[in-house]
């Protein structure tokens, strides 16, 4: 975990996401990876599954692509257990 992270003065990222009521992840997979983003996942991911808390993962990558991103064994198996995938294939109107 980043030293910014780890810094008490102030607000945790990764706090802040796990206590949202609801947690959205806009344009998931975009962007440079850390080197800590499967640990910092993990975390997130693990305590609001554990707590049944909603989160929505919006991304233009495929199931594949997100599971290997997030970097958890397991995480495929809660996706389909208590999620949902919705996937809309349609032409951008951008």
Known sequence: M???MKDNRISCPVDRAKKAKTLVLDEFCV??????APETFNQIFHYRYS?????IICSNADVRQLIERIGLDGVEDR???DGELLT???ESHR
Do not use: H, M, Q, V
């Open 2 to 4: 980043s030293d910014r």
């Open 79 to 81: 996706f389909k257990s």
């Open 88 to 90: 809309f294939n349609w």
């Open 31 to 36: 962007g440079g990876s850390r080197s800590d």
């Open 51 to 55: 707590r049944k808390k909603p989160t």
